[in-house]
């Protein structure tokens, strides 16, 4: 049984994630959708709210689960039993700052990292996008999933609400 994660911070996820996750699931057995803390992000989203989110967005993905990663993304995947790791590629930008995350997990545990490149017409959406178009009022509809643009559209209400 072939076991791949794919690891983010899903703050929140959109649905350039859920399009990686899609591809992944055609490859693998089964996909962990596996929720981490970026040390130098700070999230809007609580991890329970995150993985809510991301739990509905791949629910029609029948080998996907959505799972926490308690500590090292490298350790998880041993711990897992998984031979993969799989992520987005959108661009040139992405693949810097990816490249020292494959080595530094491949170093840790001998993990390998598999890029797939997304569907183009999700080239420009990226979580911290998406979260500054909502915030200014603008449409997301067809970059996230209807329960995480709901989600957006709340916290926006909730931030109007206190400035007020
Ligand atoms: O969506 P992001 O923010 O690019 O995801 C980054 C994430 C969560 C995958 C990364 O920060 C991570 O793996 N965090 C878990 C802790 C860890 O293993 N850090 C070292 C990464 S080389």
Known sequence: MTIAVCPGSFDPITLGHVDVVRRASAMFDEVVVALGRNAVKHHLFSLEERRTFAEEAVCDIPNA???VIPGL???????IGACAIVKGLRSGADYESEQAMSLMNRHLSGVETIFVMGDPAFGHVASSLV???AFHGGCIDDL?????AQALARVRREREI???
Do not use: I, N
Request: proline fraction near 5%; hydrophobic fraction near 35%; charged fraction near 40%.
């Open 131 to 133: 979260k500054d178009v």
């Open 162 to 164: 206190k400035e007020k």
């Open 65 to 67: 689960r959505v799972d």
């Open 144 to 148: 996230v999933p209807a329960h995480v």
């Open 73 to 79: 993304l490298a350790e998880y995947c041993t711990q």
